[in-house]
T-cell receptor, first 114, second 111 residues
Framework: DAGITQSPRHKVTETGTPVTLRCHQTENHRYMYWYRQDPGHGLRLIHYSYGVKDTDKGEVSDGYSVSRSKTEDFLLTLESATSSQTSVYFC?????????????FGPGTRLTVL | DAKTTQPNSMESNEEEPVHLPCNHSTISGTDYIHWYRQLPSQGPEYVIHGLTSNVNNRMASLAIAEDRKSSTLILHRATLRDAAVYYCILLTQGGSEKLVFGKGTKLTVNP
């Protein structure tokens, strides 16, 4: 299995509070991604990174920011959490970009915003 | 993005082959065909990908039609662990980084 971990694995927070999710990899892969998965919507890309300090938006980036100061860590921050951000968040890594890349996914973080 | 169409669900018996179809009639010449699967309560898992030729790996085989408008993921001997939702996804050279997961095919494997 690819060395990819996510923390925390579960979090319950209140509306309006900031939340940071961490994705950590030991594979030295260049690309890292954050997705969210909701019933009826499948997986949707939030942000991705193609190198240290290089990030770009996905299709549902509003309300989220990311940072990548080291190859191995990709942080997803919800500046002020809302109930609509209750979801399961998956991090993925890849050694190459599309279209030939295979993405390896982490175990997910279940976030509940009350 | 080119679209894919998959059956909502399929059923198989353990130790029998499974053929999961995917239609992608609007595929372009630079679109790669990827398959991922997601087991219950887990993140998606890469299965296989190809461009024009059939591909084999330890998990499955990918058969691509000559006109590339359809493809079939083949699991040679289904096990209970293969019960998952299978997604057929197209990725374009020079296109978006994102994997667009549609509804996929839910595979049930009967013992």
């Amino acid at each position: 299995d690819a060395g990819i971990t996510q923390s925390p694995r579960h979090k319950v927070t209140e509306t309006g509070t900031p939340v940071t999710l961490r994705c950590h990899q030991t594979e030295n892969h260049r690309y890292m991604y954050w997705y969210r998965q909701d019933p009826g919507h499948g997986l949707r890309l939030i942000h991705y990174s193609y190198g240290v300090k290089d990030t770009d938006k996905g299709e549902v980036s509003d309300g989220y920011s990311v940072s990548r100061s080291k190859t191995e860590d990709f942080l997803l921050t919800l500046e002020s959490a809302t109930s609509s951000q209750t979801s399961v968040y998956f991090c993925a890594i890849s050694s190459q970009g599309a279209p030939t890349n295979e993405q390896f996914f982490g175990p997910g973080t279940r976030l509940t915003v009350l | 993005d080119a679209k894919t169409t998959q059956p909502n669900s399929m059923e198989s018996n353990e130790e029998e082959p499974v053929h999961l179809p995917c239609n992608h009639s609007t595929i372009s010449g630079t679109d790669y065909i990827h398959w991922y699967r997601q087991l219950p309560s887990q993140g998606p898992e890469y299965v296989i990908h190809g461009l024009t030729s059939n591909v084999n790996n330890r998990m499955a085989s990918l058969a691509i039609a000559e006109d590339r408008k359809s493809s079939t993921l083949i699991l040679h001997r289904a096990t209970l662990r293969d019960a998952a939702v299978y997604y057929c996804i197209l990725l374009t050279q020079g296109g978006s980084e994102k994997l667009v997961f549609g509804k996929g095919t839910k595979l049930t494997v009967n013992p």
